[in-house]
Each structure stands twice: as C-alpha cells, then as structure tokens.
C-alpha cells in the first residue's frame, strides 16, 4: 500500500507540473485566440512536446549521471571550492578515494516515472502533430 502511495504521488506531481507548463505555454501562446483550427494544433503540439522532452531528457540525464559519467566534474568542483574557500576542509582525497566513495552510495534509482509520464505527453504531442498535418 505504501509503494503503491508513493508511485502515485511520483506520477501525479509530475503528471501535475507537465500539465502546469503546458497550460502556461498555452496561455503564453494565445491559444483561446487562435482563429485557425491548424494553429490550434501546433499551438497544442508544442505546448505538449516542451514538457514531454524535459521529461524524457531529465530522465536521460539521471541514466547517464548513474554511469558515472559526471564523476570527474564534480571531483573538479570539490577540489577547486575546497581550496579556493577560507575555512574549508584542507584535506584533499585522491581521485580514486573520491570515485570509490561515490559509489559506495549506489546509483539512484525509482525515476522510471520520468521516462513514462514523458512519453505520455510525446505521444499526446505526437497526435496533435498529426492532426496538424491533416489539416494543414
């Protein structure tokens, strides 16, 4: 029950916040003033692929960060505050140290929500486009 809750408060917050965009990117765009049934539906695609594709790539990001990939960065960073900032830890830790205990942590996981409610509003934005085509 509990798992349950919590998927549902994942998909609906992130369902709830696409939704936000898209309505603001209608607003944004003057759909209620669009005269032109074919604007209507690329006002409608655009405003449904935004929110689908920060998804989709937020979610890519989290795959790609769990590799690894920005280990090396973030090493950077630390060292590069841990010296530059008076009054921070002096003690530098090697690179190798550094790597393993990031990974002592473990990848992050539970984000397939991302992935899901992305495609969700891809495939909605997919349909409008295909609209606008056939009245275009």
Wanted: glycine letters at 10%; hydrophobic letters at 50%; charged letters at 15%.
């Amino acid at each position: 029950m509990k798992r349950w809750q919590s998927n549902l408060l994942k998909y609906g917050m992130t369902t709830a916040i696409a939704a936000s965009l898209v309505w603001l990117y209608l607003d944004l765009q003057g759909y209620a003033s669009a005269a032109v049934q074919a604007e209507r539906y690329r006002i409608l695609a655009d405003a449904f692929t935004i929110p689908g594709m920060l998804l989709l790539m937020i979610g890519l990001l989290v795959v790609v960060s769990n590799e690894g990939v920005f280990e090396g960065l973030s090493y950077v960073v630390s060292y590069a505050v841990k010296t530059l900032v008076p009054g921070m830890n002096k003690g530098h830790e090697r690179y190798g140290d550094y790597v393993e205990r990031k990974r002592e942590k473990g990848p992050v996981t539970g984000f397939g929500f991302l992935f899901v409610v992305g495609a969700v509003f891809m495939a909605a934005a997919g349909v409008y486009i295909a609209l606008f085509y056939s009245v275009y």
